[in-house]
């Protein structure tokens, strides 16, 4: 099992920062590719970031290409997002995800991800 718990949501304004982070415990030698996600409300779940456990392949969606940031600090089991310029339609619950699968052209799809954290709100006013 591997559990996951995001913190560092919060309200800001437009063009604001916001870094997310996600502490990834249990049988965190399991996971293979791990994953940001957000919803906002009446939307379908979206991809906003991805990455394989060793670092590397970072995907992105087009709407925060250039603004966002996904990393990880192994040594802290910690999975990162930075959000930089942000936008109103940034607001959503974000979602840090993990999957024992090596998830190739579907890292930025939900389906693939069998572990999730509680998720964090993010707020961007204009």
């Known amino acids: 099992q591997v559990q996951l718990v995001e913190s560092g949501g919060g309200s800001v304004q437009a063009g604001g920062s916001l870094r997310l982070s996600c502490a990834v415990s249990?049988?965190?030698?399991?996971?293979?590719?791990m994953a940001w996600f957000r919803q906002a409300p009446g939307k379908e779940r979206e991809g906003v970031a991805a990455m394989y456990s060793g670092g590397y392949s970072m995907v992105y969606a087009d709407s925060v290409k250039g603004r966002f940031t996904i990393s990880q600090d192994n040594a802290k089991n910690t999975l990162y997002l930075q959000m930089n310029s942000l936008k109103p339609e940034d607001t959503a619950m974000y979602y840090c995800?993990?999957?024992?699968?090596?998830?190739?052209?579907?890292?930025?799809?939900?389906?693939?991800?069998?572990?999730w954290g509680q998720g964090t709100q993010v707020t961007v006013s204009s």
């Open positions: 995800a993990a999957s024992s699968a090596v998830l190739h052209q579907w890292l930025l799809t939900p389906i693939g991800y069998n572990y």
């Open positions: 249990g049988n965190t030698f399991t996971t293979r590719s």
